[in-house]
């Protein structure tokens, strides 16, 4: 660890974190910028080119690999509408632009919901970037890696605004010479992206519609699935299927995860590799606005059966038919995994998990419409 540090303070001394923007950087972003269909169209074009040119030549002179050829900036018409750049690739890494405009409150980044869970656009790495067009300059403010992201959203409730995820800038990094430390040392493998799903889609789905009717069908039955009950907490601690999640649950409430009257949960019994385990589906309606497609909420939680806490290396894997949607691997025991998906009603989600070299892929979790909630 001493080593680490010491060879990262050392790259600091000499990687300065504020990069001068030169002429052809601006008769590039002018002429990009002419591709936008209005003033702010064409604003968003011109710092993005900036900020691209600035920090790829950075990468270069720095860490010798760095390459426009694929980046969204000079290649896609969507990045013409999406605040960030994408498809920035340095070696075998992703790189994923945001300007520091997009910061709210001084507290808040706000990051595009597709940069990260678009499969072909996620990111190893997201770094907020500020151009200063009066001192001619571009600043690294600050970065995260995918992985990072991704698991403090297991931990927190996800916050959205629009087409945003909401990202505390208190999570980044804040030495930029940091990247060229990783990029030299790491593997791309070591930060999992999102990658397209190789598993079967069972034929047997469970309806988890049903579940909000106080009913389960006779294939979710035969799965072992238990009857369905309410998520409050003192419906929790009359069902014993599931008072091992009553902490659980309440814990997710004083977060700020509001669960409706209507929600339904329904426990399964798992023993994987000598663990013996419960998951816990739960599901309700979202309120559907104008005319916007109806969405529906699944929430999962595992835990063991005894209430014991969950052991380290245990891995649980969220699908749907196209990719992997999560994955993560306990690095410390921990009393329960924690995941909330929305859905459409062509979605389905299917749970893989896996111990010891031993492993359980679960039915998908469907939503079939002409389901009507009960108040």
């Known amino acids: 660890m001493s080593k680490l540090f010491n060879e990262v303070s050392q790259l600091r001394t000499f990687l300065p974190e504020v990069i001068p923007l030169e002429a052809e950087d601006y008769e590039q972003a002018i002429n990009k910028s002419e591709t936008g269909e209005n003033e702010e169209s064409q604003w968003q074009i011109y710092t993005h080119v900036l900020a691209t040119l600035a920090f790829v030549r950075w990468l270069k002179e720095r860490f010798g690999k760095g390459s426009v050829d694929n980046c969204s900036i000079f290649q896609s018409e969507k990045a013409k509408t999406l605040e960030a750049v994408y498809n920035l690739q340095v070696g075998e890494f992703k790189f994923c632009l945001i300007l520091a405009e997009n910061i709210l409150n001084e507290e808040i980044i706000l990051l595009p919901k597709l940069v990260v869970d678009d499969l072909d656009i996620a990111a190893h790495f997201y770094v907020v970037i ?83 009717q106080d009913e389960i069908d006779e294939i979710t039955r035969s799965l072992n699935w238990s009857f369905p009950s309410r998520l409050s907490v003192a419906s929790v601690q009359g069902f014993r299927s599931i008072a091992v999640f009553e902490n659980a649950i309440a814990e997710l409430n004083r977060r700020g995860l509001e669960i409706p009257h209507h929600a339904r949960g329904c426990c399964r019994k798992i023993i994987l590799a000598n663990l013996h385990l419960q998951l816990l589906a739960a599901t309700w309606l979202l309120p559907q606005q104008d005319n916007d497609a109806q969405e529906w909420s699944l929430l999962l939680l595992l835990a063991m059966q005894s209430g014991a806490s969950l052991p380290k290396g245990l891995r649980l894997q969220i699908s749907d038919q196209d990719r992997v949607l999560s994955d993560k691997i306990l690095e410390k025991n921990d009393d329960y995994f924690y995941r909330r998906l929305i859905g459409s009603y062509d979605d389905q989600f299917s749970v893989k998990i896996t111990f010891n070299g031993s492993e359980e892929t679960l039915e998908p979790l469907v939503f079939i419409d002409g389901i009507t909630k009960k108040n």
């Open 130 to 212: 500020a151009i200063h067009e009066e001192h001619e300059e571009a600043i690294v403010k600050g970065s995260i890696d995918y992985q990072k992201l991704i698991n403090y959203w297991h931990k927190k409730i996800i916050i959205t605004d629009n087409n945003y995820y909401h990202l505390p800038l208190n999570l980044l990094d804040f030495e930029a010479n940091h990247l060229l430390y990783y990029l030299r040392y790491l593997e791309p493998s070591a930060i999992s992206l999102p990658v397209k799903s190789t598993e079967k889609i069972s034929e047997k789905v469970v309806n988890v519609a049903l579940w909000l």
